[in-house]
């Protein structure tokens, strides 16, 4: 079986194996200087449709940038409340950041987990002046599946203007992302997008352009469940046409290690929360 029919199987294996990042949310360190603000915030009638908000504690001169967080868990699993430790590591560097949960397989299909992305970071335009968030400054970052949620929000027009916010996202960063992956060859892949007429519709290395937010990528080169040439493709593809990427590989990181080192527990196996705060910081000012 090729690299590509072995995507998404292992993505749903990853979402059960990685359950030991929800402890890093019960029992691990998070960093000191930010907190939830507020909790299971609406921006739809299905009960998976709602976000949770956190903050720096301290008092800005100034409204902060946003972030919307997606999760990763395949497209069929995962839960906002397992990533407040990630959440909160990202508020401790000045950012206001929602984190929502979205409709999964099989519930739901392509694209409708998708436009749960685009709804919700509408919705936290929308809210982020109650939280001294400036939705004039606004990004969109996943891990996994959320970044594959986050490069299609960001790259293909049609789902920001279906919310009328066309030109909200001003920065995107993924992080492990599959960007480039055909053919759907297993359940897992064929259940979340096996009905769509046109395949590359789901594919966000399709909708690379110049006029594209600019872009951060990171992966470990010790990925095997995404192989790190799906960041090198986009990223490559992008440049080509006049867009702005940037692409980090970490050597020897796995996929569950990129997030982890939002961690203060695995922080210093690599810079990632550095260098995509630093980015998010650069381009949003």
């Not at 990171?218 to 995404?226: F, Q």
Request: aromatic letters at 10%; proline letters at 8%.
């Amino acid at each position: 079986m090729t690299r590509r029919g072995l995507l998404a199987p292992m993505l749903g294996a990853f979402a059960a194996a990685c359950s030991p990042l929800s402890l890093l949310n019960g029992l691990g360190p998070r960093d000191s200087g930010a907190r939830r603000v507020a909790q299971g915030l609406r921006y739809g009638d299905d009960p998976r449709q709602t976000m949770d908000v956190f903050a720096p504690t301290t008092t800005a001169n100034a409204p902060r940038p946003v972030l919307v967080f997606f999760y990763g868990g395949g497209w069929d699993s995962g839960s906002r409340e397992v990533y407040g430790w990630a959440a909160q590591a990202l508020a401790s560097r000045g950012f206001v950041v929602f984190v929502p949960d979205y409709r999964i397989v099989p519930e739901v299909h392509f694209p409708a987990f998708i436009e749960d992305a685009a709804a919700a970071t509408a919705a936290a335009g929308r809210l982020a002046p109650d939280h001294a968030g400036d939705p004039a400054r606004l990004g969109v970052l996943g891990h996994s599946a959320g970044a594959h949620l986050a490069m299609m929000i960001a790259l293909d027009r049609r789902y920001m203007a279906a919310v009328e916010a066309p030109t909200l996202i001003r920065a995107a960063a993924g992080l492990a992302g599959p960007y480039d992956f055909l053919p759907f060859d297993v359940p897992a892949s064929i259940n979340a997008f096996g009905r769509v007429p046109d395949p590359t519709l789901t594919q966000p290395v399709s909708f690379v352009r110049a006029d594209a937010p600019p872009l951060w990528l990171g992966h470990g080169t010790a990925d095997t469940i995404v192989h790190a040439e799906d960041t090198t493709i986009l990223c490559d593809r992008m440049r080509a046409i006049g867009g702005r990427c940037e692409a980090k590989l970490y050597p020897g990181l796995s996929h569950e290690d990129l997030i982890a080192t939002f961690s203060p527990l695995f922080r210093r196996k690599a810079s990632v929360l550095e260098d995509v705060t630093g980015f998010f910081h650069r381009e949003l000012g």
